[in-house]
């Protein structure tokens, strides 16, 4: 509480002291239930006007539902920017607050729809009165998980073979146009086994500590996690799970191995958009998490927020289950939380291992950990420093590296099943997962060990599913009459036949889109089969067009796929004179074809003139049709007694007023030299 001598000592004496006492009571019973319990004790035992960094969550959430079933790089597009707009829409009022009661260290926190500040003890109750304040809770402290070695030695690759991925090695998938993140302790890209598959670029590290402009690692723990994954075999055996996949890291403990929660919601929020661009598709596809809270057998919610909107936009997040056991009730969040996916660990003869953390889980009493793999004796991947010590590798124990071979095997799956979600990816691991412990799913192993194989032929034998690419389509603008075509592709990445019953129009205006080529209707499509529907945009008028493409199969996930389509019908009438044009040669009292083309509603007739030495010369004709399906024409006899010249344009103006001439001059020449006998009957009109 606050001491008496500071608030008397306060401009204002007593008077002061009464308000400030109204307000503190009046904050106090307005924020009931909105201060988190831990924090309010800090508030209680702060001395007046100290100091406490703080989250603050917003009540505004975002429904990203309309997502869900959406190609990866969409998804990750539109869910950042309605997390951005939304934060960007009910975060200023309590940014001005917050600002204008001198709080520091002020961070939006997009992600969550949160903010991070470092707030006066005296102002937080108030804080947490605010209109659309959810909460305002601790910017607690996280440690940097330690390194437990092996005390035996053990075979190099065990742990590989033991969940199979040399054999879809074999099959050609090795994680290549995967990318995988770490959330650790960083990682020393100087290692060979792991220079060459770190993706570079300004948008593939990220320290939120501001200590490291680029991949660094203290302890080593997030480079030995790094390996697993994604190392390759210069050392003399294989180490990592995805060779071929890239690597992107955020670091998120600092060189004194200590984290908080607002930089861990900084690095989840970097991972959704690295290089901050929404429209460019820089997210990885997975993130590990060797990592956990201490808060044994009891349930935060901290980060649920940060996975579940990570997972709408189509990337997988990995937690280590724990290093807590082997007792029962030893989960930790976030691998706790519903939708985390949390590994525990077992040894080289597939016994889980006795530190490995034990479910059920404190957060929904469901099976916990979700999988098992190898975490006893590890060879991996250590520091370099910087180069000097190549040949570094180290055997490693815990949970912190069985989760990586969870990770590693979702690349692999990727990288066979690109468009794979991520609640299939999960679901394939769970259902194929060798079961080591009492029949069925339980709380020591899960669902059983990690078999990256298993899982890929259930995944083929899966039911039929239907994939278009692309799944929403702008045409963008489009002249009114004119016509543009995209092909939509359709593929069945189930194993069994997919049959499509029909693609039909429909929709707000389905006249100005047309199905011009079909070669998926009433067809049965194979496992990875493919087929094309072609689609063509002709605006019939001005504005957004949109329709929808509705197609019909025996997909149990999606009966009824809806293709969106949108178009900008633009009204463009415009007139051309293409000939002559330029460089022709006409002979006075032959006939010549003067032309234009036009398009839009530019008009029914035209008017040509001739023009020489850029003045009217004469009306060639008063009102000539102005043509059909964009073009037009008008035979002209030049007359004989014309006067010769290079110097000759035509100008043809519509009924409605729109104009075009010729962009160059052409030539008119005389037939024959004048005779002096002429014949009896004469056409004078051949020499006007």
């Known amino acids: 509480m606050f001491s008496k001598q500071r608030i008397i000592g306060r401009k204002g004496g007593v008077a002061s002291l009464l308000a400030l006492l109204f307000l503190f009571l009046s904050g106090l019973s307005a924020a009931a239930g909105v201060v988190d319990p831990e924090l309010d004790r800090s508030i209680q035992s702060a001395g007046y006007g100290e100091e406490i960094p703080v989250i603050i969550k917003l009540s505004d959430k975002p429904d990203l539902r309309p997502f869900k079933g959406l190609k990866k790089q969409i998804a990750r597009s539109a869910v950042t920017k309605a997390l951005r707009g939304l934060a960007d829409r009910s975060q200023g009022d309590v940014r001005s607050h917050l600002e204008r009661r001198g709080a520091k260290v002020i961070s939006s926190l997009w992600l969550v729809n949160g903010m991070a500040a470092t707030v006066r003890a005296n102002e937080i109750r108030a804080l947490a009165s605010l209109p659309g304040v959810e909460s305002v809770r601790p910017d607690a402290v996280v440690f940097a998980p330690g390194t437990a070695t092996a005390t035996q030695a053990v075979a190099p690759e065990w742990n590989l073979n033991a969940i199979r991925a040399p054999e879809l090695w074999n099959m050609g998938y090795r994680g290549a146009g995967v990318v995988i993140a770490s959330m650790d302790t960083g990682v020393d890209a100087d290692h060979p086994d792991l220079k060459s598959s770190w993706r570079g670029g300004g948008n593939s590290w990220y320290d939120p500590n501001g200590q490291h402009l680029s991949p660094y690692d203290f302890s080593g723990h997030g480079t030995q996690v790094m390996g697993i994954m994604a190392g390759g075999s210069t050392g003399g055996s294989a180490i990592g799970v995805a060779p071929e996949a890239r690597w992107i890291s955020v670091k998120i403990f600092d060189d004194s191995g200590r984290s ?270 493919r087929c094309s529907i072609d689609i063509a945009f002709s605006p019939k008028a001005a504005g957004l067009r949109e329709a929808q493409l509705n197609i019909r199969s025996n997909d149990p996930d999606s009966p009824l796929f809806t293709v969106l389509l949108t178009g900008t019908g633009k009204q463009d009438d415009s007139l051309t004179v293409t000939s002559p044009n330029g460089g022709e040669s006409w002979r006075a009292g032959r006939l010549h074809k003067i032309s234009w083309s036009y398009a839009g509603n530019a008009g029914s007739h035209v008017r040509i003139l001739l023009f020489k030495k850029g003045k009217l010369y004469r009306t060639i004709a008063h009102r000539a049709s102005i043509g059909t399906n964009g073009s037009g024409s008008f035979s002209w006899r030049v007359p004989l007694l014309i006067s010769p010249g290079n110097d000759y344009t035509i100008r043809i103006t519509t009924d409605r007023g729109i104009r075009a001439k010729s962009d160059k001059s052409f030539t008119i020449r005389r037939l024959l030299p004048l005779r002096l006998s002429l014949p009896t009957a004469i056409d004078l009109s051949l020499f006007q």
């Open 260 to 529: 908080t929660y607002s930089t861990i919601h900084k690095g989840f929020q970097w991972l959704l958009d690295p290089d901050g661009n929404p429209d460019t598709d820089d997210a990885p596809d997975i993130v590990n998490n060797s990592w956990g809270l201490d808060n044994v057998n009891n349930c935060s919610p901290e980060f649920r927020p940060d996975i579940q909107n990570l997972q709408a936009a189509g990337i997988d997040v990995v937690f280590a289950g724990g290093n807590y056991g082997p007792g029962a009730g030893t989960s930790v969040s976030p691998g706790n939380n519903p939708e985390a996916y949390a590994v525990g660990a077992v040894d080289g003869s597939y016994t889980v291992a006795s530190f490995s953390s034990r479910g059920a889980s404190a957060c929904d009493n469901t099976v916990y950990p979700e999988l098992v793999a190898p975490g006893v004796g590890i060879r991996t991947s250590d520091l370099t420093f910087g180069g000097a010590v190549p040949d570094a590798y180290m055997t490693v124990t815990g949970t912190s590296f069985s989760t990586p071979h969870v990770a590693g095997s979702m690349a692999l799956l990727l990288s066979a099943f690109p468009d794979l979600a991520v609640s299939d990816l999960d679901a394939a691991l769970t259902d194929s997962a060798q079961d080591l412990g009492p029949q069925g799913a339980e709380n020591s192993y899960g669902y059983g060990m990690v078999d990256v194989m298993n899982a890929y032929n259930l995944l083929l034998s899966r039911s039929q599913n239907i994939t278009v690419d692309p799944p929403v389509y702008d045409f963008v603008v489009s002249a009114i009459g004119s016509s543009s075509q995209k092909g939509f592709v359709l593929q069945n990445t189930g194993q069994r036949g997919l049959v499509i019953q029909g693609a039909v129009l429909s929709g707000t205006n389905p006249q100005d889109f047309s199905v011009l080529g079909d070669s998926c209707s009433g067809i049965t499509l194979p496992s990875m089969g």
